[in-house]
């Protein structure tokens, strides 16, 4: 039977096409990615989940304070500790200070209260809430006010190591300078207060401030908003005692400052009757300048850490939409997968019609099938149904053609041909068929001996052009060969029953399918342009109008890849072949009938679930470490259960329907973490092989010699 095929010319091998090109490029993009990822993650955590911090007021453990020098414990609230010196507000006078701002809510409204008011004050800004308001930082210097560091992530400097002090000094600088050009030399450390109040590990921290030329500016009057006693009560916390001038402790952010904002509209008038100034530390203490105009070098490193800490930010808003709609899509599609499986499974009762007994011709394309060869001719021949098996050699170099001959066995042909590849096999087998109705099946497959009667049994209703059988893992001993089993059972076959109800099938597997000979001239036969040609073969009968189905009760045992490689390599060319051939078939998308039941139903769901939803798949691996390690780790580990329980019993369910013993099911959690991982992988590789235009050769998959024949039944 003459094939068309509009394929470039190229060098041939022992199974196709082998133009192939260098993949080392998208593993490097894939870690690239992946890498940049964890990076925004992990900027994201230390920056948003405050590792090393506590709420305000929380008791901090207790330490000696034999190395604070005296004149510092008793001294001003201003501190040099590089030169050991202090300083303190004049008399009358109130520095008004501010922590833990800016913040969008309650800044803007003390910024307010202040220009109605006609006071400045000092606002100590966390760096990473620089890097969220900007624009209201820079609000802050251009109504006069006074700009200090608090820190980049709001952390305890005397609890924090050397480096990672530096560091939170050194980014709530450059944050500050992204957003405002300047840079301040005023500190003040979190959680601290009073001078009398310093341990030795704060003198430590308040000692490597110094070195990096900041001064200290600790508290002398702390009106505890940050307990929200009630406006009164803050008020009286905030009125100095006596003529001594103060350093007053207030906050804009942090949580509700209703409060504060009230307080304060009613504390500077009190204040100014006292006959006290309200201003700055840097005023109230009479200090040098105490804000620079960045250098140009720091201006660009601020700007480029702002825009990776809005890129983040980005980034984890994307990407938590992308989880929540993955997950909820997921769990869509196991209730759709199970009501489909009732409801098949329901209909399958109801039979086809009048039993289908016309002879069946088996076609078997072999390539070096030595190991296996036997056991699958005679499961056919031991079929309850009568057939012809004809085997087409396809150049073989280990004796398979011969060692079919010397079986000697009646029903059995077979054809040799120059090695051409796995579709120019079934050709010629289909050019050599008696039979109207004719299976196809791997030369590594072996058939139950009702396996033939049960797949022809469909071909009752002519609209049926194709059928799927059901593929069983013969060699699932091991890990590897329980997890392919699992995935056989769980998710090739409940897909089946799916698309069989949608009237969408897109691929009627290698190992068991059964098709009708003049469908398959009418569309030119086998082609051989992707290297999963059952699919390309299922969706071409699909757009020809014809309908393909599954029965689940036709069974063959295939062997499955016994290695990690061996099984990189199929999965590969299966997952490749099927882009290939969604690619090929696109055009489906927009036409009707059984063509557009495959395009709008079949190739959205194969987009879906074996393409965007396995891309996703290292994201939410990365991701579930982050949440281990910065949210709530209950939380993340209870998700995964309820994950883990979903696909448990969607498994358990599958498995019944099958009549599967669950015993296999105790290694499905370690598949989950194992071998998932390695789908998701050749999934990358196949999309990045498809855009990058490259073509793959055959791959054979190396036989284990596992099969056996099943007991023969009585033949017709």
């Known amino acids: 039977m003459p094939t068309t095929s509009t394929r470039p010319r190229a060098r041939r091998g022992r199974r196709g096409v082998v133009r192939q090109t260098s993949l080392r490029t998208h593993w490097l993009l894939l870690t690239v990615l992946v890498l940049t990822l964890a990076a925004a993650l992990l900027l994201q955590g230390w920056t948003r989940h405050m590792i090393g911090t506590a709420p305000d007021g929380a008791d901090r453990p207790k330490a000696s304070a034999g190395a604070v020098p005296p004149q510092i414990a008793d001294g001003g609230p201003v501190i040099d500790a590089a030169a050991v010196r202090t300083a303190k507000p004049a008399a009358h006078t109130v520095a008004l200070t501010f922590d833990d701002g800016p913040d969008p809510v309650w800044t803007p409204k003390i910024l307010d209260v202040l220009k109605r008011a006609q006071v400045h004050a000092t606002f100590f800004v966390v760096g990473t809430q620089v890097a969220d308001n900007p624009d209201l930082t820079r609000r802050i210097l251009a109504e006069g006010h006074q700009i200090g560091i608090h820190t980049f992530t709001h952390t305890d400097l005397a609890a924090a190591s050397p480096w990672r002090r530096t560091l939170e000094l050194r980014e709530a600088q450059l944050a500050l300078a992204g957003a405002t050009g300047t840079t301040s030399s005023l500190l003040r450390p979190p959680y601290s207060s009073e001078n009398s109040a310093l341990t030795d590990p704060d003198w430590a921290a308040l000692q490597d401030a110094a070195h990096a030329g900041y001064l200290t500016v600790l508290t002398t009057l702390d009106s505890e908003d940050w307990r929200r006693p009630g406006v009164e009560k803050i008020v009286a916390n905030a009125t100095p005692k006596g003529p001594n001038g103060q350093v007053l402790l207030m906050h804009d952010a942090g949580g509700d400052r209703a409060q504060t904002v009230t307080a304060l509209e009613q504390l500077l008038p009190k204040l100014k009757a006292a006959g006290f100034r309200v201003t700055t530390v840097g005023d ?198 329980r997890w392919q089993h699992i995935e056989y059972v769980v998710g090739f076959n409940l897909d089946r029953r799916l698309f069989d109800l949608a009237e969408c099938m897109p691929t009627v597997p290698g190992a068991v399918g059964a098709f009708r000979r003049s469908a398959l001239l009418r569309i030119g036969g086998v082609a051989g342009e992707t290297l999963a040609e059952d699919t390309d073969l ?37 997952c490749y072949g099927t882009l290939q051939a969604m690619w090929k078939h696109r055009g489906a998308l927009g036409q009707r009938g059984q063509a557009g039941k495959l395009g709008r139903r079949g190739l959205l769901y194969l987009l879906m679930f074996q393409v965007l939803m396995p891309l996703l798949g290292p994201v939410v691996d990365v991701f579930a470490l982050y949440g281990l390690a910065f949210l709530d780790p209950v939380r993340v580990i209870g998700l995964w259960l309820v994950f883990q329980l979903l696909q448990t019993a969607t498994a358990v369910y599958a498995f019944r329907l099958d009549r599967e013993r669950l015993g296999p099911l105790w290694t499905l959690p370690l598949q989950q973490v194992v071998y998932r991982q390695l789908m998701y992988l050749v999934v990358i590789q196949s999309v990045c092989t498809a855009l990058a235009g490259s073509r793959l050769r055959w791959q054979r998959m190396q036989r284990y010699g596992s099969l056996q024949v099943p007991p023969p039944a009585a033949r017709p």
């Open 284 to 481: 109230a203490a009479a200090l040098p300048a105490t804000s620079h105009p960045a250098a140009t070098a720091d201006r660009w490193q601020g700007r480029a850490l702002l825009a990776a800490l809005a890129g983040s930010d980005w980034a984890l808003r994307v990407l938590g939409w992308l989880l929540w709609g993955a997950g909820a899509i997921g769990v869509v599609r196991a209730v759709a997968l199970v009501v489909a499986a009732r409801r098949h499974k329901k209909l399958r009762r109801k039979g086809w019609g009048p039993p289908v007994t016309e002879p069946v011709s088996v076609i078997v394309p072999a390539y070096n099938e030595s190991a296996g060869i036997e056991a699958a001719v005679r499961s056919l021949l031991a079929s309850d149904h009568p057939v012809e098996v004809i085997v087409v050699d396809d150049g073989s170099t280990d004796g398979t053609a011969d060692l079919v001959e010397s079986l000697n066995l009646p029903y059995v042909r077979v054809v040799r041909q120059a090695n051409a590849g796995k579709p120019a096999a079934l050709n010629n087998g289909l050019r050599h068929a008696r039979a109207e109705l004719v299976v196809m099946v791997d030369g590594d497959t072996v058939f139950e001996p009702d396996a033939v009667r049960h797949l022809v049994q469909p071909f009752a209703d002519r609209r049926v052009g194709a059928v799927s059988g059901n593929a069983k893992v013969v060699n699932r001993g091991g890990l590897l060969g």
């Open 538 to 574: 299922t969706m071409a009968l699909c757009r020809a109008g014809w309908r393909v189905v599954y029965e689940e009760r036709a069974k063959a045992w295939t062997e499955a890849p016994a290695s990690l490689s061996a099984l990189w390599r199929q999965r590969y060319r299966w």
